[in-house]
């Protein structure tokens, strides 16, 4: 009887406070700037990946929450190839090992968070896959040397396979061999961080990440600015905010750069706008919150979608997350959306 060999993980969400947004090469998702995480924990909102492989089995195949996914895709193989060849090394150097590196691979994914909360699904679900590929072939790669092949399956994957505060650097090499996360800082160095998601619409993006950022990168005359310039700048103090655990710093840096983004969302030709009038009313009710605070105790900040994050610690909780659900409770607008469509989650 043929053996099966198999390994499960899971990896988490993760929610740009500094935004990728644009490819200096789309087929090996290198970005045009580098960008900074805050994982979402890993209790809460993450993917689950089973990985195996056999000599039975006659095709790759890849299963998302009970559906049968293509897995011909150039940014599967590419994390499949580059997995495989480490793999094929590994058992170069030691011929008592199972040949696994010529096996069909099984992959059994389930996200733990709906569809309808519009997260970037895609991040933890590369990095998922590729973690999972790696304890099934005994890699010794470390999170950083797998970010550069999770990378290559969604350019936002890379940053979920740490926990807490991740960095993309964007590197320069054309290989990508220098494109990779690194860990700014564990999320036990600023655990209090909370945040809360705000699902202005369930409905599917209508311009996707891949080809929006595109057109931004070949028609946006700020884009440039923004990715040569203000976000070098921000990488540079929003670390040193999070080293310092500097709130106010922090949420200031995390409007901006959503707002900047955005800004050449708009000032791609033609316009790509993510954001709707709910959104907008998050961001003044934010306002709100920080004005009546004197200080900035939340900030807001949105992907390639109307859905806001908003992020505060855990002693302002009444503050802000208590305003929103009040807000929510109250307002027009949010319509059959409102029920169960806040979720506050720890940082
Ligand atoms: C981010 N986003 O930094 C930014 C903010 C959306 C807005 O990364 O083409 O799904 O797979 O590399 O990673 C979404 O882009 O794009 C994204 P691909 P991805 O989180």
């Given at each position: 009887?043929?053996?099966?060999?198999?390994?499960s993980t899971t990896a988490?969400v993760?929610?740009?406070?500094?935004?990728?947004?644009?490819?200096?090469?789309?087929?090996?998702n290198?970005?045009?700037?580098?960008?900074?995480?805050?994982?979402?924990?890993?209790?809460?909102?993450r993917t689950h990946t089973t990985a195996s492989c056999?000599?039975?089995y006659n095709s790759d195949s890849l299963l998302l929450n009970g559906s049968p996914q293509d897995t011909s895709g150039s940014r599967t193989q590419a994390c499949f190839r580059e997995l495989r060849?480490?793999?094929?090394?590994?058992?170069?150097?030691?011929?008592?090992?199972?040949?696994?590196?010529?096996?069909k691979l099984k992959i059994v994914s389930e996200n733990n968070f709906p569809t309808?909360?519009?997260l970037a699904s895609s991040a933890a679900g590369f990095a998922a896959l590729v973690r999972a590929i790696?304890?099934l072939?005994?890699?010794?790669?470390?999170?950083?040397?797998?970010?550069?092949i999770a990378?290559q399956g969604s350019?936002s994957a890379?940053?979920s396979?740490?926990?807490?505060?991740?960095?993309?650097?964007?590197?320069?090499?054309?290989?990508?061999?220098?494109?990779?996360?690194?860990?700014?800082?564990?999320?036990?160095?600023?655990?209090?961080?909370?945040?809360?998601?705000?699902?202005?619409?369930?409905?599917k993006?209508?311009?996707s990440s891949t080809?929006?950022?595109?057109?931004?990168?070949?028609?946006?005359?700020?884009?440039?600015?923004?990715?040569?310039?203000?976000?070098?700048?921000?990488?540079?103090?929003?670390?040193?905010?999070?080293?310092?655990?500097?709130?106010?710093?922090?949420?200031?840096?995390?409007?901006?750069?959503?707002?900047?983004?955005?800004?050449?969302?708009?000032?791609?030709?033609?316009?790509?706008?993510?954001?709707?009038?709910?959104?907008?009313?998050?961001?003044?009710?934010?306002?709100?919150?920080?004005?009546?605070?004197?200080?900035?105790?939340?900030?807001?900040?949105?992907?390639?979608?109307?859905?806001?994050?908003?992020?505060?610690?855990?002693?302002?909780?009444?503050?802000?997350?208590?305003?929103?659900?009040?807000?929510?409770?109250?307002?027009?607008?949010?319509?059959?959306?409102?029920?169960?469509?806040?979720?506050?989650?720890?940082?």
């Amino acid at each position: 009887m043929s053996e099966i060999y198999r390994a499960s993980t899971t990896a988490p969400v993760n929610i740009a406070v500094i935004k990728y947004w644009g490819k200096r090469d789309p087929s090996l998702n290198l970005p045009t700037n580098s960008s900074l995480s805050v994982t979402l924990s890993q209790s809460d909102l993450r993917t689950h990946t089973t990985a195996s492989c056999s000599p039975t089995y006659n095709s790759d195949s890849l299963l998302l929450n009970g559906s049968p996914q293509d897995t011909s895709g150039s940014r599967t193989q590419a994390c499949f190839r580059e997995l495989r060849s480490l793999r094929s090394e590994l058992e170069k150097s030691d011929a008592s090992l199972p040949k696994l590196s010529t096996q069909k691979l099984k992959i059994v994914s389930e996200n733990n968070f709906p569809t309808a909360a519009g997260l970037a699904s895609s991040a933890a679900g590369f990095a998922a896959l590729v973690r999972a590929i790696a304890d099934l072939y005994q890699l010794t790669a470390t999170p950083t040397e797998l970010s550069r092949i999770a990378r290559q399956g969604s350019g936002s994957a890379c940053r979920s396979l740490f926990g807490g505060y991740v960095s993309w650097e964007m590197g320069s090499a054309a290989d990508g061999s220098d494109s990779l996360a690194t860990e700014v800082a564990p999320s036990s160095h600023w655990p209090n961080i909370r945040a809360i998601i705000l699902v202005a619409s369930s409905a599917k993006k209508g311009v996707s990440s891949t080809s929006g950022m595109q057109q931004t990168v070949a028609t946006s005359e700020l884009f440039s600015h923004r990715a040569k310039v203000l976000v070098p700048e921000r990488m540079t103090k929003m670390k040193d905010a999070i080293k310092r655990k500097d709130f106010a710093a922090f949420a200031e840096l995390t409007m901006r750069d959503s707002n900047g983004f955005h800004a050449t969302c708009a000032d791609t030709y033609p316009p790509i706008f993510y954001l709707n009038d709910t959104s907008r009313a998050a961001i003044r009710v934010v306002e709100n919150i920080n004005a009546a605070a004197g200080r900035s105790i939340a900030a807001y900040t949105f992907d390639a979608g109307p859905n806001a994050v908003v992020y505060y610690l855990a002693e302002d909780e009444g503050a802000v997350a208590g305003v929103f659900k009040g807000f929510l409770g109250e307002k027009e607008g949010w319509g059959s959306e409102r029920g169960g469509k806040v979720k506050v989650v720890e940082g």
